[in-house]
């Protein structure tokens, strides 16, 4: 009897833990931004694309080629657009705030403004091949 109210104690609370870390995931995901929220404050304003152009060609072109120009598509960011659609804003905001080190991508939340990744955003929007 006590054999088997042992395995229904952890068996609780296995679930009981189990229930609690599901809770904390959506929590966390619940606080993530979405495309809905994730708005580029400079949005419209084209006069800050040649300054972008210039950040651009100042902190990323070293991996993403002079003027978003290169040859190796996982790195072109010209095909945001194509890529990601609707979701670019969101996708290039989470790579600037995360980074992607598994593929050599820094974090660059910390060292640059939001400011200047914005103005960089703006720039590359120019620059995105068609469909």
Request: charged share 25%; hydrophobic share 40%; with cysteine.
């Amino acid at each position: 009897m006590l054999r088997q109210d042992g395995r229904q104690l952890v068996a609780l609370v296995c679930g009981l833990v189990a229930a609690a870390l599901l809770v904390s995931w959506l929590g966390a995901r619940a606080a993530e931004p979405t495309a809905a929220t994730v708005a580029n404050p400079l949005e419209g304003r084209s006069d800050v694309a040649d300054e972008g152009r210039g950040l651009f060609n100042q902190y990323c072109s070293h991996c993403h080629g002079p003027n978003a120009i290169q040859g190796e598509r996982p790195r072109d960011l010209r095909r945001l657009k194509l890529r990601y659609g609707s979701e670019a804003t969101k996708v290039y905001q989470e790579t600037m705030s995360r980074g992607r080190p598994d593929k050599g991508m820094p974090v660059w939340k910390d060292v640059l403004s939001d400011d200047v990744l914005w103005r960089i955003f703006m720039y590359l929007q120019t620059v995105q091949t068609e469909p």
